[in-house]
């Protein structure tokens, strides 16, 4: 139910922690048998936040990995959701030193791909997209004219599942067991 009321308000509040705790909060007024209380709605609440304010993890050689890919190629990071959130989050991270440039959009779709492509003067026959959604990173960027590397993830959030499109000719699709793989591809 969480899932169904999530894609519910995203489309409300976009995403980011403001809708996480909204569907969380949603969710228990669905599946409660009683009222939630204000000290019930601040506790549920809390839980968001403590999602929230979770140590930061880096998947095993992602530093090493885009310290590689950086002095060979112009990396741009491109990111979903609320702004101060994201920021935040590649602040955090300790990765931002290795990206020429971060956008942070709305949401991830074939539109925005093609507006970045121009915005950053990208040849699309040489532009890769890396990532482990299908629904928010390769299909998108495929349709954008872009090729895609697709680095799965077993907890890879579920909203952004979805079958994997083929590259239409002459635009690859490559995948990857590890994010690490991507030193020997370029």
């Known amino acids: 139910m969480l899932n169904d009321v999530e894609r519910e308000c995203i489309v409300k509040h976009g995403y980011g922690?403001?809708?996480f705790s909204h569907a969380?909060?949603?969710t228990f007024e669905r599946l409660s048998v009683r009222p939630v209380t204000p000290e019930l709605h601040a506790q549920i609440t809390s839980f968001a936040h403590a999602v929230a304010?979770?140590?930061m993890e880096l998947l095993p050689e992602i530093p090493q990995t885009l310290q590689y890919l950086s002095t060979r190629h112009r990396l741009i990071l491109v990111t979903k959701g609320a702004i101060p959130e994201q920021s935040g989050k590649v602040e955090r991270s300790g990765l931002k030193e290795y990206f020429a440039a971060t956008e942070i959009v709305a949401e991830?779709?074939?539109?925005v791909y093609h507006a970045l492509v121009e915005k950053h003067s990208l040849a699309r026959d040489s532009t890769w997209m890396v990532g482990n959604s299908p629904k928010s990173d390769i299909n998108p960027a495929l349709a954008a004219g872009l090729h895609a590397v697709f680095v799965p993830h077993g907890d890879t959030w579920i909203l952004e599942?979805?079958?994997v499109n083929a590259a239409p000719p002459p635009q690859r699709l490559l995948i990857?067991?590890?994010f690490a793989e991507l030193q020997e591809h370029f």
């Open 176 to 178: 990857v067991g590890r």
């Open 17 to 19: 922690l403001h809708s």
């Open 53 to 55: 304010d979770h140590p």
């Open 108 to 111: 991830k779709d074939s539109a």
């Open 161 to 163: 599942h979805e079958e």
């Open 24 to 26: 969380l909060v949603d």
